[in-house]
């Protein structure tokens, strides 16, 4: 892990434009993205008899892990080093490109990322619905299902904000 992770040093060290740094979201959305297919999954279930131990699906498991992982070393040291971005992009896949790897995390790297998160979101730069979704599947992934919503966003994100404790 240890030459990654110098790889992954060096490469966040590099950002030094907005340009380098739109590339590096926008690849990192890609990335998350192109691992996770439904219908490639369906196909290995239904293959496989729908058995979640069989070794392909483990396997197919496994790559979604690894990249997950990665995602989540990449985006938690750009975090340390630039911050949540804040720059406006005209490339679609470079604003929820950080809320994407870390809705794909458990709990624990969750919150690692989420104080990051959270003063985007008190500075304007994640909407009310997209950051309550983000709370909410943080809730799915520390409790095992999902908080029943409140009225309105902003109740939902204070009630589960209060729940997760992390105020």
């Not at 030094?16 to 990335?31: C, G, S, V």
């Not at 729908?50 to 392909?56: A, G, M, R, V």
């Amino acid at each position: 892990m240890q030459p990654r992770s110098i790889d992954v040093d060096s490469l966040i060290i590099s950002l030094n434009t907005q340009e380098k740094k739109e590339k590096f979201l926008a690849d990192l959305f890609q990335q998350d993205q192109n691992v996770r297919n439904a219908d490639r999954e369906n196909e290995i279930l239904k293959k496989n008899n729908y058995d979640i131990n069989s070794s392909e699906y483990k396997e197919y498991r496994r790559k979604i892990n690894e990249v997950d992982s990665l995602n989540y070393l990449k985006t938690s040291k750009y975090l340390k080093e630039y911050g949540y971005p804040t720059f406006k992009s005209d490339n679609h896949k470079v604003a929820p490109a950080i809320k994407t790897i870390c809705l794909h995390q458990p709990f624990d790297k969750q919150a690692v990322l989420f104080p990051y998160i959270y003063k985007a979101y008190n500075n304007g730069f994640i909407n009310r619905e997209h950051f309550s979704f983000l709370l909410n599947k943080m809730h799915i992934m520390k409790y095992g299902e999902s908080h029943p919503h409140a009225v309105n966003y902003e109740e939902n994100i204070e009630q589960l904000l209060e729940k997760l404790q992390l105020k």
